[in-house]
């Protein structure tokens, strides 16, 4: 069963961070929200992140992970470290091996503080 499913998804109401167009950030919301936007800045981790959200039923077995890359597995494990870190997945060992899940609730924060809700795009020059 994936874990991805035990979790509540926040509304947009819930959202612990209003988008950066109606308020500036805490200072602890940004100290925690730069630490996911640094763990997402490589771009192993990046796909790792895509790898694991894509995967059959949510989760993914370190197992899966390794082939997509040109790293080693212990370089695999070092990122998915980070990530797990920084509140972007979550981890639980089975047997010998380790599952990740993405937590949909730190994606959702992401996706509020980048919100630009009413403010029209603007033309490039």
Do not use: N
């Not at 990740?100 to 020059?125: I, N, Q």
């Amino acid at each position: 069963m994936s874990k991805q499913a035990d979790l509540p998804l926040l509304g947009q109401d819930e959202a612990c961070c209003a988008p950066m167009v109606r308020e500036p950030l805490g200072e602890a919301d940004a100290a925690e929200l730069s630490r996911m936007f640094k763990a997402l800045s490589d771009p192993i981790r990046l796909r790792l992140l895509s790898l694991i959200a894509s995967h059959e039923g949510g989760e993914a077995c370190v197992c899966d992970l390794t082939d997509p890359f040109d790293v080693s597995q212990p370089t695999i494990s070092h990122h998915l470290k980070v990530l797990r870190e920084a509140g972007l997945v979550g981890s639980e060992r089975r047997g010998t091996w380790v599952y990740y899940w993405v937590l949909p609730e730190a994606l959702g924060r992401l996706s509020a503080l980048l919100e630009t809700p009413g403010v029209p795009a603007k033309a490039s020059a």
